[in-house]
């Protein structure tokens, strides 16, 4: 046999490759390869069921919620890839970014505008559930 080793990929079976020897990116890669089939089996999923979700999206306190998620996870990444790229540039967008997500959570709180404006928002074009189960007097006999 010469010095170089000829590879023969149908040597490589399951029970001459010893998994505990794997490094430790193969161990990722594994793990990732798995989320990624979770994630892809569960996504239809989610989005199909997405509209009976649509109230708890749409109130404001979803809003802190991410928030309160996203931005410690964004700033200590900032902090950490700061560290490793001494770049400001990123810092200054990655902050901006942040004062986005703090502005988007901040908004619905907020009242735009004066009073025509809050009692415009007031008057719903879609009626409420109590206006549509009273009986209107066109319909009523008598």
């Given at each position: 046999m010469s010095?170089?080793?000829i590879f023969h990929p149908m040597d490589t079976t399951a029970e001459n490759s010893n998994f505990e020897n794997r490094s430790t990116a193969d161990h990722i890669g594994i793990w990732a390869s798995i989320l990624c089939a979770i994630h892809c089996a569960l996504t239809p999923a989610l989005l199909i069921a997405l509209p009976a979700f649509g109230k708890a999206w749409a109130h404001p306190a979803t809003h802190w919620g991410?928030?309160?998620?996203?931005?410690p996870i964004a700033v200590f990444m900032m902090r950490?890839?700061?560290k490793y790229h001494t770049k400001?540039?990123?810092v200054v967008v990655g902050s901006l970014?942040?004062?986005?997500?703090?502005?988007g959570a901040i908004l619905p709180y907020v009242e735009l505008g004066g009073p025509e404006a809050?009692?415009?928002q007031n008057q719903s074009?879609?009626?409420?559930?109590?206006?549509e189960s009273e009986p209107s007097e066109a319909a009523a006999p008598g």
């Open positions: 010095a170089v080793e991410m928030a309160l998620i996203v931005i950490k890839g700061y400001k540039w990123i970014g942040i004062a986005f997500i703090i502005v809050s009692s415009a074009p879609v009626a409420t559930p109590a206006e």
